[in-house]
């Protein structure tokens, strides 16, 4: 009989530290489970914190976009009058070259900003009459004077005004590029400032100046 217990006790004692070694690797699978979680984790968040960079955008942003919008209206407006109005091929190609790539990014800010949850400036609102305040935008008498030019004159005036808004908006794409977040947006002002700094080159030109 005691021999019946004591086998029987040895045989408890086996199953249970047979539980006890299921259960503690049951809790260390538990436990590398979590660490590769963990660790899957870490390697995600890098990740997810690039791309929320890249959808940020803070207050420089806003401004760029708000700012470059009517800007570049005003000079899709004064390419518009190079069509009918300038006397020079060259001068017709380089508005027509303005009115292309301005156009699209027009569109693009918009976006932007809806997206953002800010408000588009409005066509021909009160904030662009008086946008000539923002760094070469034209004043209302400047527009005034190229309606009312053609041929040489126009060509003249035109090239001056364009150089002038021109280098008001390289300046405005310089300030996007150091003080922005948002990645499209500084990408958008490094072509601008290549692009519009070239066509200053070439304007200059034409003027006879450089």
């Known amino acids: 009989m ?11 004692a086996v199953a ?14 538990g436990s590398d489970s979590s660490a590769g979680h963990d ?17 940020a955008q803070n207050a420089a942003d806003v401004a760029f976009a708000k700012g ?6 005003q000079a899709v407006e004064m390419a518009e009058l ?19 790539a301005q156009d699209p990014e027009i569109k693009t800010l918009s976006e932007w900003l809806t997206s953002w949850g800010e408000e588009v400036p ?22 005034d004077k190229l ?8 060509d003249t005036a035109f090239l001056e005004m364009m150089i002038k808004h021109h280098e008001g908006a ?23 400032v290549t692009s519009q700094s070239s066509e200053i080159t070439r304007m200059n030109k034409l003027l006879g100046t450089s």
């Open 39 to 55: 660790g899957h984790e870490k390697t995600s968040s890098p990740t997810a914190s690039a791309s929320a960079e890249r959808g």
């Open 2 to 12: 005691t021999a019946h217990r004591s086998m029987t006790r040895r045989a408890a």
């Open 170 to 192: 390289v300046e405005m794409a310089k300030t996007e590029q150091s003080d922005g977040a948002h990645q499209p947006a500084k990408d958008m002002a490094g072509d601008i």
């Open 122 to 143: 409005k066509e021909g609102g009160s904030s662009e009459h008086s946008g000539h305040s923002m760094s070469g935008m034209m004043t209302p008498e400047d527009m």
């Open 82 to 100: 190079a069509e009918t109005r300038a006397r020079s091929s060259d001068v017709k190609e380089l508005a027509a070259e303005v009115k292309k």
């Open 16 to 29: 249970a530290a047979a539980s006890a070694a299921v259960v503690l690797a049951a809790c260390g699978g």
């Open 147 to 154: 309606e009312k030019a053609s041929g040489k004159a126009f």
């Open 68 to 73: 470059m919008i009517p800007h570049h209206r």
